[in-house]
């Protein structure tokens, strides 16, 4: 059974720092594209980051880039997104997601998704 799980998100201030964790199961890491999304109230999904199953190459939003870093842990089946100087427009939930052999960023293209983490970042 595939499952996504993610943590390591909360309330901070503006500024901060906090690190995302994804933990999957039921599958081999290292054959998956993998990515984060995002959800504020209101509002679409949208695209965060991604890092791809073969060479490791990474895509980010134009909000994110410079700020967040998504890596990943293949003998730990383990995604990560470090995220950075946080400003309350990234206050959403966040979701992690696998795609098979993945080439893109795009979200239609994600097979597996986890619940969500709550990110809050106060001014």
């Known amino acids: 059974q595939v499952q996504l799980v993610e943590s390591g998100g909360g309330l901070v201030q503006a500024g901060d720092s906090l690190r995302l964790s994804c933990a999957a199961s039921g599958f081999t890491l290292s054959y998956f594209t993998m990515g984060w999304f995002r959800q504020a109230p209101g509002k679409e999904r949208e695209f965060v980051a991604t890092?791809?199953?073969?060479?490791?190459?990474?895509f980010y939003a134009d909000s994110v880039k410079g700020r967040f870093t998504i890596s990943r842990d293949n003998a730990k089946n383990t995604v990560y997104l470090q995220m950075n100087s946080l400003k309350p427009e990234d206050t959403a939930v966040y979701y992690c997601a696998a795609d098979y052999r993945g080439s893109g960023y795009a979200k239609s293209q994600f097979e597996y998704w986890g619940q969500g983490s709550q990110v809050t970042v106060s001014s």
């Open positions: 890092i791809l199953w073969r060479g490791g190459t990474t």
